[in-house]
């Protein structure tokens, strides 16, 4: 019964010691990883911003923030510990040492009637004929006398001596670190054993295994419904126009799952007559358009009109049941304007191309929902003295409204992109080689950050700046490569660059001095504002290809930029040349829009003219601006710091 009580104590130390172990090291890497973290503000800083709400950090938000389920489950365990180290520190049950003379209450020493006096005193107490109490009784044949005969008696003094126990040397017991009820497997409590090793190691795994699946099986790994994906790539087309992306987008099974009230009806039917400009409906024959657009299913009624209402400033109409689903929605639309972007551009033709029009229209889209203001070109150019004057003297700006521009205008990103296309190894591209594209694409600003969230008052959650890199065939419709570009995290991307050129440089026989100095260069451009984006594509049949390379911004209307490449593919032989790719450089996208003519409208089924819809015949007619050396494409924006668009917008893109 001794060890098992000993045993018992030990259990609380043992689960102490088990929680502690990985509980105190996870705590201070996170505590250290948090103070680490520099608190960079990269939002926006205008007063539109800031009235918005969004970049305010009240105490709901701060606690929402905080109450994540790995710091709730760090603070639980802490307070388990403390528990546990109050219990161990107030536990009654001591394992104790044998020791004579402290048993007897006497200091070591003393003389042997010393010692027979205190036994007899002792023995007045717990004496089995003077006290009937079994543990009484228990502890004085277990302690007391054995002291007194380790003691007094010759032999058991020399045995405690030398093996500390008046019985001799005795043998090696060891205990377990459970309660004693679980020890006790003879009797019921071997059931409860099992009944503990069957639940906690078969059932409860199994059921935390069933309701993930159960939960996942509807989602994708970006968070986004098998069916929304489906609903996608079903309705993606080639020809797709820009004005009907937005049918496109709003059949995700998330939207769908948004109720639909019979509350909504008066307010939906309030804003239809508000936006019902903006829903393609045809103007002869507006009865029955309006009659076939009500028959669709009621959610994909209720999400159009609430993104209508969003990119018309229409909000203020909504019922607050409206509020709450608008919110709602757009908070789900950066993920999802991403997966139907890989939707478009997803490989589809036997060449593993994907389409260039559908995704330039989802871009338009997408940075429609976050800003929906109309072009800055003209705005950047002009000069601060003349922008101020023209603010505040033309259109009534007070000098805040006006440096509220200001702060605007310093965030806007400017792109350049700087593109290779060649075969490693190899003078010149020839039929089926594997070609490898390196680009880098450059981000500056005014204000001189390079990490910077989007000037977005009227999206109301925090939204980062992303890029899409894309390599097309206009001519075809064919995008052959893309790839998306975050400016945000530079420890990643420095990671990225620096195994990517050394691979590069190994792959062709480069030295070891000359694989360092490559990709110090690649870390020193990282830092300086560039992301390196690499990828391989098959070279097409014998023949001459103008491409176009565009880096597109899913926030900022404006800020896209675009260059023309020229790929010179060889017959297949062991002859070539190596200065196969050159380039016209576009800096901006208002270049070429403006001859833009009434083919592309034909194309795209109705009136709705894009900033990038050019005629292809155009591009190839246009004289070379910029400068081509070894194969790269260089697009300098020195003229347009502030980014670029055509003046002639998307209609969707005004208000």
């Known amino acids: 019964m001794a060890a098992s009580e000993e045993n018992s104590a030990l259990f609380p130390i043992f689960v102490l010691t088990m929680i502690a172990l990985p509980l105190v090291p996870y705590t201070f890497v996170n505590i250290y990883l948090t103070f680490r973290k520099k608190s960079q503000n990269v939002n926006c800083h205008c007063s539109a911003c800031f009235r918005s709400g969004k970049y305010r950090k009240s105490i709901f938000k701060r606690i929402s923030n905080f109450s994540t389920y790995s710091n709730l489950t760090v603070l639980l365990l802490w307070a388990v510990v403390v528990l546990l180290v109050f219990y161990i520190k107030h536990l009654n049950t001591e394992i104790q040492i044998f020791e004579p003379f402290s048993i007897l209450g006497l200091e070591p020493g003393v003389s042997e009637s010393e010692i027979k006096k205190a036994y007899r005193k002792l023995s007045i107490l717990y004496h089995p004929d003077k006290n009937p109490d079994p543990e009484a ?55 409860i054993l099992l009944l503990g090793i069957v639940g906690v190691c078969i ?46 987008f709003i059949r995700a099974a998330e939207y769908m799952e948004i109720p639909v009230r019979r509350t909504d009806e008066e307010s939906l039917q309030k804003l239809f007559v508000l936006v019902r400009s903006e829903l393609n409906l045809d103007l002869r024959n507006i009865r029955q358009e309006q009659a076939k657009f009500w028959k669709q299913h009621p959610a994909l009624v209720k999400t159009e009109l609430l993104m209508q209402a969003h990119l ?75 922008r101020a004057e023209l603010l505040t003297q033309v259109a009534g700006f007070s000098d805040y409204e006006a440096q509220d521009v200001e702060i605007v205008l310093e965030m806007m990103p400017s792109i350049s992109i700087d593109l290779t296309c060649e075969t490693e190894g190899e003078e010149g591209i020839q039929e089926g080689d594997i070609v490898t594209m390196q680009a880098w694409i450059t981000l500056s600003r005014w204000n001189g950050s390079i990490r910077a969230l989007p000037h977005a008052p009227y999206f109301p959650y925090e939204k980062e700046e992303n890029f899409w890199l894309l390599l097309a065939d206009g001519s075809s419709n064919d995008v052959w490569m893309s790839q998306k570009v975050n400016f945000m995290d530079e420890t990643t991307a420095i990671i990225a660059a620096s195994k990517a050129i050394q691979e590069l440089k190994e792959g062709s026989g480069a030295s070891a001095k000359e694989i360092s100095i490559s990709v110090k260069e690649a870390i020193d451009r990282v830092k300086a504002g560039s992301r390196l984006v690499m990828g391989k594509f098959q070279a097409p049949s014998e023949g001459n290809y103008n491409l176009t390379s565009y880096c597109l911004c899913d926030s900022w209307i404006g800020c896209d930029a675009k260059s023309n490449v020229r790929l010179k593919v060889l017959k297949r032989s062991r002859a070539g040349t190596r200065n196969v790719v050159s380039a016209d450089e576009v800096p901006s996208l208002e270049d070429g829009a403006e001859d833009e003519d009434e083919d592309g409208e034909d194309e795209y ?39 670029s668009s055509s003046d002639e917008g998307s209609e969707s893109d005004e208000n």
């Not at 001596?161 to 040397?169: A, C, L, N, T, W």
């Not at 338009?364 to 072009?375: A, G």
């Open 137 to 191: 009784h228990k502890y004085f044949i277990d302690y007391i006398s054995k002291a007194y005969q380790a003691l007094t008696d010759p032999i058991s003094r020399e045995n405690f001596e030398k093996y500390g126990h008046p019985d001799g040397r005795q043998g090696l017991q060891m205990g377990i670190a459970l309660p004693q009820f679980l020890l006790n497997i003879d009797g019921a409590s071997g059931g």
């Open 312 to 386: 018309t400033r229409e909000t203020a109409a909504l019922s607050p049941y409206l509020q709450r689903d608008f919110k709602k929605m757009l908070a789900l639309a950066p993920r999802l304007l991403e997966e139907l972007m890989k939707m478009a551009i997803i490989p589809r033709t036997q060449q593993g191309h994907g389409w260039l029009r559908p995704a330039i229209g989802v871009i338009e889209l997408s940075q429609s929902i976050i800003q929906k203001v109309r072009s800055f070109q003209d705005l950047c150019e002009m000069k601060p003295q003349e």
């Open 605 to 643: 089924d109705d009136d709705y003219e894009s900033e990038y819809s050019e005629d292809d015949e155009d591009i190839r007619g246009k004289d070379a601006k910029g400068a081509v050396a070894n194969g790269s494409v260089h697009d300098d924006d020195d003229d347009d710091v502030k980014g």
């Open 203 to 248: 059932i409860l795994p199994l059921t935390i295994a069933v309701i993930y699946l159960s939960r996942s099986s509807k989602y994708t790994g970006n968070y986004v419904m098998h069916h929304t994906m489906y609903a996608y790539y079903h309705f993606m087309k080639p020809s797709l126009a820009p004005s009907k992306v937005m049918e496109v």
